[in-house]
RNA sequence: GGAGAGGUGGCUGAGUGGCUCAAAGCGCCCGUUUGCUAAAUGGGUAUACCCCAAAAGGGUAUCGAGGGUUCGAAUCCCUUCCUCUCCGCCA
């Protein structure tokens, strides 16, 4: 959520910051709201005052005496409207939180304008598909024995679509490239961590999951747990409602999970394969920083992401995504899209965005200042890297004439050989 | 899952209805004092919000969470979450 003071204080810029968004959002009503609610609690509080005096001496009085008797009648009064008033504000307060939780994060002024993904803005590139893209390069799903080393129907049959198994090799293929993200991160400064695959309300509402893209988790109702999207939501619930001291920042962290998405009503023929699925293996990049080091936070977790795929020999595009495509929390967003040189598209593998302040509000994550002050620090996050379309990649552009696929420099420690054939 | 015991400030821990809008100790910060180290001693030491143009100042809330009883709740009642001990089950 955004800083309450600078909705009241800065106005216009709130505006102009969502307008650049595309977002509608009426701020006068996060106004009014905010309004009836210092209403509310400062009638509130000079009642309780009142009532909290007035209990002082009656402390004093012997019990039962006349006086004692005299007061507890008045006082009954007071009371109840001390609680009547307690409940306005409740009331107040949570539709002031509710007009709050509608405002979108503003876009950074370095955000280019836009309506819509057709306005992002390529950034940079590397590699040239000339030169990295096999002349045998086929879709992955095209590959003769791509059926048995990526199982889809066994995955229908055992789960459902969108599930499958790796076989064999190409299992530990899988296992190979996390190995290696994982590695880079931890040269990279990231501390590791293994996170629980299944939280709970309050994280998921915290890294703001919840309430509005609710139909997008896995729900485990018999104990209201929902499976991850992403490993964001555990990794920076991890300090949720804490106060971090000034010499820990930046926290750097790196987790490998599992993600589960329904991807409710977005199939298609473009989601073909690997390109999407409802349980794919990620590894998350995750900072929590000082408010005046996110930008450059953001240039060198860009730069983390990027060194994994230059590694890989992969090529790929930055888009410095437009205020109209960066999503609600987001002030600034960078997506990584490797290119898949059979499906000849380039596909998204990481994104990388700060939030400034406005997921830490929400979840509750802060600092303390030079002046002993609680702070909230900026969060950041990325992937590095979302692992299906990196293989499909991988797949594609290293396909050989004989049907094998050359196995990247980089991954063969982990892998032990130098090619994949079925 | 069953039985029992608990959840109090950065930490330890007192506190069974008003004398606690949380004692004391530790830690931390600032000062004083004595060659240094250290000790002694005095003071300070949470978070959020509200009032106030700001500062100064004042106020309210928070004793796991949420309800309730009461003029008044850390304290009594209910619900719930979590921790510990024992039992059961179990990769």
Known sequence: MLDPKLIREQIDTVRKG??????????????AADERRRHAVTEFESARSAQNGANQEMAKLPKGSPEFQAKLAEMKALSAKVKELEKSVADADEAWRTACLSVPNIPDVSVPDGRAETDNVVASTWGDPEKLVSPAA???WDIAWFSKAVDFERGVKVTGAGFPFYVGDMARLVRSLIQFCLQEAGQAGYEEVHAPLLV???????????????????????DDLYMIPTAEVPVTNFFRDEILPLDALPVKRVGYTP??????GSWGA??????RLHQFDKVELVKWVHPETSLSELESL???????????????RVLS?????????????????????????????????????FQARRAGIRFRD????????????????????????ILENNLQADGSVRIPEVLRPWYGKDSLNY
């Not at 650049?20 to 006068?28: A, I, N, P």
């Not at 709970?200 to 018999?222: F, I, R």
């Open 321 to 357: 995504i437009c205020a109209g495509d960066i999503g609600f929390p987001h002030s600034k967003q960078y997506d990584l899209e490797v290119w898949a040189g059979g499906q000849k598209r380039w596909l998204e593998v990481s994104s990388c965005s700060s939030f400034t302040d």
């Open 270 to 275: 473009h989601v073909r394969g690997l390109n």
């Open 18 to 31: 969502i307008a650049r968004k595309k977002f509608t959002v009426d701020l006068d009503a996060v106004l």
């Open 259 to 264: 993600c589960f998405r329904r991807e409710a």
């Open 370 to 393: 030079k002046e002993g002050k609680a702070n909230f620090v900026h969060t950041l996050n990325g992937s590095g890297l979302g692992l299906p379309r990196v293989l499909a990649a």
């Open 200 to 222: 709970n309300t309050a994280s998921a509402t915290a890294t703001g999951q919840l309430p509005d893209k609710e139909g997008q988790m896995y729900h485990a109702q018999t």
């Open 302 to 316: 860009r730069t983390d992401a990027e060194r994994l795929l230059q590694k890989l020999n992969l090529p790929y």
């Open 138 to 140: 086929k879709a992955h």
